[in-house]
């Protein structure tokens, strides 16, 4: 029988997708899990609901922590109780769109967040036991030099979002050099999952599919059809961030599929999904999508119905047309390989809202109210 302990690791943004995939890949790996969850007036757990332990319980391996990346004095004092192996900084103001709206908040959180991250360990002198995974992004990219992207690609970001995590990027290497520490980013492309958030647009497309294809929503609205993203499935991505910090040497990779896709294709893909066509007619704001056949007997879709309309309001600021990452270096070092492809994430979370909408239709017939979004 072993006598080694398990690894303990802290993930910041343990409610969101990735720190939800993330500590259950590592829970199975016999890791402790420590999450930073901020204080809400409702619970906001449901990722990680199935994970959750009663804390009142004694040998837990996850263990929530409130907290706040804006907040050094609580972050100094969680590390220093627990002592992490591994910390993976996954939280942040997420949502591009949003961070035009926040931007002092954004920089606030997802720049000087890390380095309150960064920093705490230094000062604690942790800075031989405890290794960093900074959630870097694609968006730091921004207005692409070059295609597809690597770790050697110059940054143009174009949004409050992509300058905040431009800073904790560099913060990140800074600290590496600087101080020897064991900080690495990892240079995120779109993931997505059943679990994304409901208004990150691929979300938003599976689930006004799901209610559009059952009755229960009339259309969607989306912005520039023509953007063209990197999208692979969260699972893989989390995989990746636990071999990161496996290795001998701290470094920066990339994390992609090194295909694209437009936006466009991805609303044709998931309607495909339940077994209805469409044809879309007109360019820019004009475009519109119609119903040409539906053949799936479950969804009873009128052809010709518009379902699918461009909204100017959903247009950036500074857009970010093109991005497709080149993860030859994970690949080559890591033997890091995707396990799901577009269409597999597609039907994965295409499935996964069918059936939560088929609730809200069932609450529907039955004369009860169900909650509508609309983002």
Known sequence: MSNTLPKIAFITGVTGQDGAYLSEFLLKKGYIVHGLKRRSSLFNTDRIDHLYQDPHMENQNFILHYGDMTDSTNLIRLIKDIQPDEIYNLAAMSHVAVSFETPEYTGNADGLGTLRILDAVRLLGLEKKTRIYQASTSELYGKVQEVPQSETTP???????????????????????????????????????????????????????????????????????????????????????????????????????????????????????????????GEGIGEKAYVKACNDARFRIQIGKEVLAVDPKYFRPTEVDLLIGD???????????????????????MQSDLKLMQKDQYLKDGGYNTLNYFE
């Not at 690495?184 to 958030?197: A, D, T, Y």
């Not at 993860?327 to 979370?349: F, H, I, P, R």
């Open 155 to 281: 940054f143009f970001p174009r949004s409050p979002y992509a300058v905040a995590k431009m800073y904790a990027y560099w913060i990140t290497v800074n600290y590496r050099e600087a101080y020897g520490m064991y900080a690495c980013n990892g240079i995120l492309f779109n993931h997505e999952s059943p679990i994304r958030g409901e208004t990150f647009v691929t979300r938003k497309i599976t689930r006004a599919t799901a209610r559009i294809a059952l009755g229960l929503q009339d259309k969607l609205y989306l912005g520039n059809l023509d953007a063209q993203r990197d999208w692979g499935h969260a699972k893989d991505y989390v995989r990746m961030m636990w071999m990161i910090l496996q290795a001998d040497e701290a470094e920066d990779w990339v994390i992609a599929t090194g295909k694209t896709t437009p936006v466009r294709d991805f609303v044709r893909m998931s309607f495909a999904e339940v077994g209805i066509e469409l044809e879309f007619r």
């Open 327 to 349: 993860a030859s270096k994970a690949k080559n070092k890591l033997g890091w390989e995707c396990q799901y492809n577009l269409q597999d994430l597609v039907k994965d979370m």
